[in-house]
């Protein structure tokens, strides 16, 4: 990572790139990265297999910024087809050409490069990359993001002495394209091969390192591909301070459910002998449980660890939901700006319309296929945004999924919801399905007000927590089971709600949100990067003026 404001060894299209930006981020720090993704062989689980490497790395390198950085990330795809990155709870304020899922930037075609310009606009907190198409994802090519507070702001801890990335997901020993393969041909999935922490499968992790009496930031994201997780440290409390961007109240848990798609921070104390204790994560619902370990290691450790590793729970749902509830904003933190989270009211705002989305499976056409509210979405021949903005007819519809369930069987089309610029809209994610399930939205960060067993009434606002929900981009659904959320439709552009269950993603579990508003300024919505690929029925086509 190099940081500079020398320009002119700069490509001249990047250099006009930054120049935009510089109108309105002048003074915000700009931090430049290039990268070139490869093929590589692995060892996740012992065997070789085919990796996608970042720079040579499995995990990817990660990315360290502050509040309003300018991100600019040249990336170089050599692979043999096409690739996307996308940056999973960065909000791309006012400018989801970046956000890097099919609906709103053409691929990184073979051989060729594609320069990212990010900023980490009024954000915080621990996030996570991965590739998005493909279903890439269970090669690899992922790594974390960390955005720290700007130096005056006040964080509601005092610094760790140690501030550690922990990528924790399931991993099949196939090769991605054998995965798609079976996708592709209407099967599902057999169940993951093993669990990884940081690219690693059981006891092949380096360890943690930690000094007797200090107090260690761990920023932990669910990478996997479908497995909800409970992350334990043995003879050790976990403290939760930051969830997904907001600074959380300081609870301690023995262990923590992190689901597919979410991110936690937690403080651990090395407050216990110097020596060797397990660091286990497993899975959560599934028979068999899958298991894997690592060390936290004292300095000066006088041994190994002793007795077995710890166990959690498996199948308890009850205990989830219950820690999830007890998971809350703190509202006397300060977030990305020097006033209190919980100076925003949201409990008070009346909402102006409530979405029903119900997720289901079944076949179509004689092969497997995922849906939300009866439509399982398939790509259109050009991403959604970049035919919004040329204006190309016929590529999306506008309302092609309703907004509550009818009970039709399952159809497929390039399925598209229309919400207004600045509403405030409660969306339920109800789940009549036997599995737990997961859901996010790129763009933005919602308030999760409720959760509960059964069907969701207009009843159940009565058990809402309109002072303290926890504000995230990432939420679980638990199996017949409800979520709400509260969300302000503040940031202009096509957003992908999404299913975290990568291969229910693939086969068509989610949908873009068209949040529109007929105003052209840039103060609600940025216009098409000069340097954006153009693709499908795009193909040929002037960005902007250079």
Request: net charge positive; with cysteine.
């Given at each position: 990572?190099?940081?500079s404001?020398m320009r002119?060894?700069?490509?001249?299209?990047?250099?006009?790139?930054i120049s935009?930006?510089?109108i309105?981020?002048?003074?915000?720090?700009y931090?430049?990265?290039?990268?070139?993704?490869?093929?590589g062989?692995?060892y996740?689980?012992?065997?070789?297999?085919?990796?996608?490497?970042?720079n040579?790395?499995?995990?990817?390198?990660d990315i360290?910024s502050?509040?309003?950085?300018?991100?600019?990330?040249?990336?170089?795809?050599?692979?043999?087809?096409?690739?996307?990155?996308?940056?999973?709870?960065?909000q791309?304020?006012?400018?989801?050409?970046?956000?890097g899922?099919?609906?709103?930037?053409?691929?990184?075609?073979?051989?060729?490069?594609?320069?990212?310009?990010?900023?980490?606009?009024?954000?915080?907190g621990?996030?996570?990359y991965f590739?998005?198409?493909?279903?890439?994802?269970?090669?690899?090519?992922?790594?974390?993001?960390?955005?720290?507070?700007?130096?005056?702001?006040?964080?509601?801890?005092?610094?760790?002495?140690?501030?550690?990335?922990?990528?924790?997901?399931?991993?099949?020993?196939a090769?991605?394209?054998?995965?798609?393969a079976?996708?592709d041909?209407?099967?599902?999935?057999?169940?993951?091969?093993?669990?990884?922490?940081n690219?690693?499968g059981?006891?092949r992790?380096?360890?943690?390192?930690?000094?007797?009496g200090?107090?260690?930031?761990?920023?932990?994201?669910n990478?996997?591909?479908?497995?909800?997780?409970?992350f334990?440290?043995?003879?050790?409390r976990?403290k939760?301070?930051?969830?997904?961007?907001?600074h959380?109240?300081?609870?301690?848990?023995?262990?923590?459910?992190?689901?597919?798609g979410?991110?936690?921070s937690?403080?651990?104390?090395a407050?216990?002998p110097?020596?060797d204790?397990?660091?286990?994560?497993?899975?959560?619902?599934?028979?068999?449980?899958?298991?894997?370990?690592?060390i936290?290691?004292?300095?000066?450790?006088?041994?190994s660890?002793?007795?077995?590793?710890p166990?959690?729970?498996?199948?308890?749902?009850?205990?989830?939901?219950?820690?999830?509830r007890?998971?809350r904003?703190n509202?006397?933190?300060?977030?990305?700006?020097?006033?209190?989270?919980?100076?925003?009211?949201?409990g008070?705002?009346?909402?102006?319309?409530?979405?029903?989305l119900?997720n289901?499976?079944?076949?179509?056409?004689?092969k497997?296929r995922?849906?939300?509210?009866?439509?399982?979405?398939?790509?259109?021949?050009t991403?959604?945004k970049?035919?919004?903005?040329?204006k190309?007819g016929?590529?999306?519809?506008?309302?092609?999924i309703?907004d509550?369930?009818n009970?039709?069987g399952?159809?497929?089309?390039?399925s598209?919801?229309?919400?207004?610029?600045?509403?405030?809209?409660?969306i339920?994610?109800?789940?009549n399905?036997?599995?737990?399930?997961?859901?996010?939205l790129?763009g933005?960060s919602?308030?999760?007000?409720?959760?509960?067993g059964g069907?969701w009434?207009?009843?159940?606002?009565n058990q809402?927590?309109?002072?303290?929900?926890?504000a995230?981009?990432?939420?679980?659904?638990?199996p017949k089971?409800w979520?709400?959320?509260?969300?302000?439709?503040d940031?202009?552009?096509?957003?992908?709600?999404?299913?975290?269950?990568w291969?229910?993603q693939?086969l068509?579990?989610?949908?873009?949100?068209?949040?529109?508003?007929p105003s052209t300024?840039l103060?609600d919505?940025y216009?098409?990067p000069k340097?954006?690929?153009?693709?499908?029925?795009?193909?040929g086509?002037?960005?902007?003026?250079?």
């Amino acid at each position: 990572m190099a940081i500079s404001s020398m320009r002119s060894s700069l490509p001249p299209l990047l250099c006009l790139c930054i120049s935009f930006f510089a109108i309105v981020g002048a003074d915000d720090p700009y931090r430049f990265f290039n990268w070139n993704v490869t093929y590589g062989t692995i060892y996740p689980l012992g065997l070789p297999q085919q990796g996608i490497l970042i720079n040579g790395q499995f995990p990817g390198p990660d990315i360290h910024s502050v509040t309003n950085d300018n991100i600019i990330i040249n990336v170089y795809n050599s692979l043999d087809e096409p690739f996307l990155l996308s940056w999973n709870g960065i909000q791309q304020r006012r400018n989801s050409y970046e956000d890097g899922v099919y609906g709103t930037t053409c691929p990184i075609p073979p051989g060729k490069n594609f320069t990212y310009i990010l900023q980490m606009k009024d954000q915080i907190g621990s996030f996570y990359y991965f590739p998005s198409l493909g279903f890439h994802k269970a090669a690899g090519g992922f790594g974390g993001i960390r955005i720290l507070s700007r130096p005056r702001i006040p964080v509601p801890f005092p610094d760790p002495a140690g501030d550690y990335t922990v990528l924790v997901g399931d991993w099949y020993q196939a090769n991605h394209t054998t995965l798609r393969a079976q996708l592709d041909n209407g099967s599902m999935l057999p169940l993951p091969d093993g669990i990884l922490i940081n690219g690693r499968g059981p006891n092949r992790t380096a360890p943690f390192n930690v000094e007797q009496g200090k107090t260690y930031r761990l920023r932990i994201s669910n990478v996997g591909l479908q497995s909800s997780l409970n992350f334990r440290i043995q003879g050790h409390r976990l403290k939760v301070v930051e969830v997904e961007g907001t600074h959380s109240l300081q609870t301690e848990f023995s262990s923590l459910d992190i689901h597919v798609g979410q991110s936690y921070s937690v403080l651990v104390t090395a407050d216990q002998p110097a020596q060797d204790f397990y660091i286990v994560v497993s899975s959560r619902f599934t028979t068999p449980i899958l298991t894997t370990t690592t060390i936290l290691r004292y300095a000066n450790s006088a041994g190994s660890v002793q007795g077995p590793p710890p166990g959690g729970p498996t199948i308890q749902i009850d205990w989830s939901l219950n820690q999830a509830r007890a998971i809350r904003t703190n509202l006397t933190a300060s977030g990305p700006r020097p006033n209190p989270q919980g100076s925003y009211h949201y409990g008070l705002i009346n909402t102006t319309k409530t979405i029903v989305l119900s997720n289901s499976a079944g076949l179509v056409n004689g092969k497997q296929r995922y849906a939300v509210n009866s439509v399982s979405f398939i790509p259109a021949d050009t991403p959604l945004k970049v035919a919004d903005f040329f204006k190309i007819g016929g590529v999306f519809r506008v309302g092609s999924i309703s907004d509550w369930p009818n009970g039709a069987g399952i159809y497929e089309d390039t399925s598209v919801m229309g919400a207004d610029y600045r509403a405030f809209v409660e969306i339920v994610f109800q789940n009549n399905e036997d599995l737990i399930q997961s859901w996010h939205l790129d763009g933005y960060s919602f308030f999760v007000v409720g959760m509960d067993g059964g069907q969701w009434t207009s009843n159940s606002r009565n058990q809402y927590n309109l002072r303290d929900a926890i504000a995230r981009c990432t939420t679980q659904v638990y199996p017949k089971s409800w979520t709400a959320i509260y969300v302000a439709l503040d940031n202009v552009g096509m957003w992908n709600l999404r299913s975290e269950f990568w291969a229910r993603q693939y086969l068509g579990q989610q949908f873009y949100l068209r949040v529109y508003t007929p105003s052209t300024s840039l103060r609600d919505e940025y216009p098409i990067p000069k340097n954006a690929l153009l693709c499908g029925r795009a193909t040929g086509r002037r960005t902007r003026p250079l």
